[in-house]
Nanobody, 128 residues
């Protein structure tokens, strides 16, 4: 059974940092592009960050650029999202996802509809 399991969410204050992890099991995701998305109450799910299977290419939403960093450890089948300088507007459920389309080592996509596997999400709450 293929699973993506997020962890590391929690309640923090504005300006704090958190690191989210996404552990994959059931198959190797080493050749898959991985993404992080988030969904706040009453809002659409939105793209946060993505990384190519090689790690050579990353892409970020403008709202998190310079504050968040996506990385991966293919040996551990795990993807990370380092979040610094958190703001109350970052409050959401954060999901990791896998895009199985192999477009090369620099290939990343940002639309949620192209992602094939999704985790259950982890809550991040940032208080002001």
């Amino acid at each position: 059974q293929v699973q993506l399991v997020e962890s590391g969410g929690g309640l923090v204050q504005a300006g704090d940092s958190l690191t989210l992890s996404c552990a994959a099991s059931g198959r190797s995701f080493n050749r898959d592009n991985m993404g992080w998305f988030r969904q706040a109450p009453g809002k659409e799910r939105e793209f946060v960050a993505a990384i190519s299977w090689s790690g050579a290419s990353t892409h970020y939403a403008d709202s998190v650029k310079g504050r968040f960093t996506i990385s991966r450890d293919n040996a551990k089948n795990t993807v990370f999202l380092q979040m610094n300088s958190l703001k109350p507007e970052d409050t959401a459920v954060y999901y990791c996802a896998a895009d199985l389309t192999d477009g090369g080592q620099y290939y990343v996509r940002t639309h949620p509809s192209v992602y094939d596997y999704w985790g259950q999400g982890t809550q991040v709450t940032v208080s002001s």
